[in-house]
């Protein structure tokens, strides 16, 4: 990475500059929640070598109507209630979630979990890669970037609209 650091760090020296909304930002758009940006402000800085641009990959590919915010403890973009309020647990409909470990990260792929076609394609065309998947139902580990295709991750992530989502969990649950 290069000598300046991807966020402004918690400290007297270097405070994370608010907007009129309240957010905080990282030099990105959209905006980021307070909440998501503490929890990423937090990591160590060889964990956020390996998380920042895994995050930055996903609110790229992120299709329109997500919320992002720290759910379940953890960075993830969800469908909100106000979108949809039908869900089991009365939470947000999760889709893709984001966790930093001390032995690996996780990029939570719900979108996979209640789709076995959209799952088996996924599968099948990270085997192409040639790359090792370390995955359970939904959760990607990797411990360093190279273990990750981005492009993939992304191509799923974008080509799973929120209705889609919404469709594919209500199949399940039926």
Not at 28 to 49: K, W
Not at 96 to 122: H, P
Request: one cysteine or more; glycine letters at 6%; proline letters at 6%.
């Amino acid at each position: 990475m290069n000598d300046e650091p991807e966020i402004a760090r918690h400290t007297a020296a270097a405070p994370l500059a608010a907007s009129a909304d309240h957010q905080y930002h990282f030099r990105m758009e959209p905006t980021v929640p307070i909440e998501v940006t503490d929890y990423l402000s937090a990591l160590s800085d060889g964990t956020l070598e390996q998380v920042l641009p895994v995050f930055k990959a996903i609110q790229r590919a992120m299709p329109d109507g997500y919320e992002l915010g720290l759910h379940f403890g953890m960075p993830g973009w969800v469908v909100p209630l106000s979108t949809f309020p039908d869900t089991y647990n009365k939470k947000p409909l999760s889709f893709v979630s984001l966790a930093a470990g001390k032995r690996y990260n996780s990029i939570y792929l719900m979108g996979l979990y209640s789709d076995s076609r959209r799952d088996a394609e996924f599968r099948a065309a990270w085997a192409e890669t040639g790359l090792s998947l370390d995955m359970g139902k939904s959760c990607l580990r990797y411990q360093r970037l190279v273990q990750l295709d981005l492009d993939l991750i992304e191509l799923h992530i974008a080509s799973l609209s929120v209705r889609s989502l919404i469709e594919s969990y209500e199949s399940a649950k039926a």
